[in-house]
């Protein structure tokens, strides 16, 4: 499986390349007033309107600076995701969302066989598990409980 | 006199035109020329690349918007390559320009400091020439010599052809003359004495006078000798100095071990003595270019000027001072300073190495190697660098010596009001000393991320490396999304995928390269920025050292003064008017000092030329200074000493006094105990910020840069004297990198240094002395922020 990996809040973390619509610089918010301090802005890309979410922000402790020059990657809706994706258990979110991520770093193949559980001291909900590569770790997102965490929290 | 004045800035290097280095220029090295044809084909690889990825969306996809956005990616690409191509050549255009530019400052300014500092020294020697032929001893014992001469012309055809008359004649003519030679005196005096009784009555009498008088011209002559030792025993710089008459026949000079054959040669005819006889009054000299003296074998550099009667500034000219300065001993000291050594044998100047000096039509006067430049023939390098014109810097490359070599010039801008004899100075540097590609990165103390936002690097190349890394992420969101795109392609896509991944590679090996390029531009600007400071600091020292040789000088030569040993010897109230007479006129001519005392064996100022001061200091007992207890211990006139930058009685006003004394002997002895103390207080801090200002770093264009600053520091490495009172203020005690304060004499360092916590590069020189003053172990630092 395809997964891009990015650095947000000190960390490697990935998402599988087939939930990606597209990745770009950074381009103009609009803020939304009271809003969830998760949620960075709304913004208009390609005529249609998506929620920018600060990755940084959903965790609970994040480590070092935010980039400079950070980077969004634009996700696909549910509906949009490739029946090889369906297939293989891909899952997005009905509305278009934007993750803001500090960089981009590559794009890697992964066996679905290494990952390894979320660790216990990891305690956010949306890391679905963990991967060796290279010299460290990659944890994985899942998107989903992330997304639905936001939107529609437990009370 | 030492006042000093800005030196001129090698010309800001050429933007654009003429300076492009193409990248076959032999100057790039050959990693950079590997590295660039690497990037090249690589970027080059990019184009068949795209042109595939068209190709293959045609095949994969029938969507017509598919295709369109595939086609759309690789455009974009192979724009951004392009782009980068450029980029590279500008980098490495920008990389040599920098390098070249860097090293035309420092060898540039090297070879106009050489000249310079020649320069510099002749002018002192021209206020010497002129005050010291204002000497009574020498107009005297010209003036009775002449006179007494023509007394005894006079007297030969009176004698006529007798036994006494051919005697006299005989002795006249004799070599070694009678003015000089004690056995040549006595004869002639015999002589006289017998014509005493054979002439006729009307001249018994005046050969009787004449008899004693040429005693008396001996006694004058052999002082007049006496003198011109005292002032060489001074003044070491001279070969010999020495005194003519008005038709040309030398009756004195300084250099013991020439006497006999100089005195009684007649030099009527030689240049140097015929300009100094036409001088017209007591401010104007001569100084005779390099040319063949009748008195030297080597090539003589002559400073003449006219002796008056009664060493009146206008008086009638009665005869001649010339001083033969050793040129060729300062030459070598000049030319072989600021060259790399041998790194095995320290005292040799490292091979393709050359500094040399040439006249005004282009002929070597002196050479760093006589076996390969020779002194007397014209150098082979072109005619623009033989004789550049006033005020330019020359830089070429040729071939020298069957070596690739960078050649500097710089033509004599005088200095002050000496106009220089139009001499130039030159340095041959091999040209891979100057392209050498910086190695050390780890030595530097400070990251690569923290130099490249300093200071130190131009914003030009800011700006580069900015947009490189800009470059590199708009080329890897391309490659990133494309490989996005053909993912969900599926099975149509896998032919694509190949194909950004390549983009990728291509994009981060080209952009990784090009940073790493520019890092290594950003250590090579801070390494020779780091050598340039330490250059600063070098001719921050080297100055100083030459002025306080010539205090030293001046100091040894003011103790002999008759005026200071009659008032101490006979301590009437008109001896002392009359010694502070003598020190005021001094001081008239020397304005470096603030002040010249004269203190009695007891340590009771009974002099000084500032006459206002004079009630004040002659309460004060000056028994236990430094200053007077060490001059008080020497034993010889050719001794000196100097009490250090410090707070001083005599100027209960100023923060700090230098001065330098010197013992005073009755008779003007050269050696025993003395019976006072000369002081002369030098005007230190007017005189040090001069040489400082002048020693601070420029940018390229020739401005000063903001938060530099200069300053010397004593043996305990506390601040004595600064151009940034603020930040490095007089009393300071500095902690510095561990490298900076082991400095040995004439060594330099440079290297990182962080005070009051705002970090700088710095770059200090301990003094080496000149000639055989030691210095007083200061160091001088020159710092920039970065």
Redesign the interface.
Known sequence: M?I?TFASAGGVHGIP??A??????PIPLTRVPLADKRIAGLLNQRGKSATVLNLRQCFHRPTGEPAL?P?MILLETEDHL?P?ARSMGVRSFADPVVLLVDR?LD?VNIDRKDWQPRPAHITEQFVSGVVRHGDGYICLLELPTLIDDIFSPKA | MSIVTQSPVAAPAHRNGDARFSIFSPVITVEHREFYEKIVSELNGVFPICTQGKCTAVEVSEDATEQEQITDLMKRVESFSGELLEVTKQLFDQFYQAKEHFCRMIHGTTAYVKINLMDRNLLERTCDVRWWALETAFSDCIDLTQKVHERLKRLVPIAGDSAGGKTLRKCLEKVPRWEIDAETNSQLQTCLTGLAKQLPESHRAEATTLASDIVLVLKKASFACDRLEDINNSYTLYRDIVIATKDGTIIANSNQQTRSQVLGLNIADENWFQKALATKDGTQYHAQDLTQSRLETDQSLVYSAAIRENSDNYGKVIGAMGVFFDFQGEAQMILDDHMARDTVNQNHVDDGWFSFLTNSVGTVIASSDAGIIEPGKMPHVSRKHRTPAAGELPMSYAVFEGRESAIFSARTDGYLDYPGLGWSSHLIVPKDQIFRTATVTTQLGISIDDLMQSRLVPEINKQTFAKVQDDK?SI??IS??G??FA??L?KRGVALGPIFDQIKQTGEFTTSKMEDLLKEMAIGELQLNLQALENFSKQAIDLLDRNLFERAADIRWWSTDQFFWTALREPTAENFQKAAHRMEVINGSYTMYRNLVLANRNGEIVASAKSEDRNKLRSISVYDDPWFLSAMRTTKSSEFAVQDVQKSKLEPRKERSLIYSGGVRAGGERQGDPIGVVGILFDWDTEAKKILSTCLPKNRDGESIAGCAAFYTNSDYEIIDTTDEEHFPVGNKLALPAAHGALKAGQSASGLFVHQDKRYILGSSRTKGYREYAGLSWTAHVVRPI
Do not use: A, P, Y
Request: charged share 25%; glycine share 4%; no cysteine.
């Open positions: 395809q891009v390349v087939l990606v619509e597209e990745f770009f610089r020059h980077k490739t090889e981009i794009i | 992420e890897q969101l990133l999304n490989i996005v993912s969900k599926g």
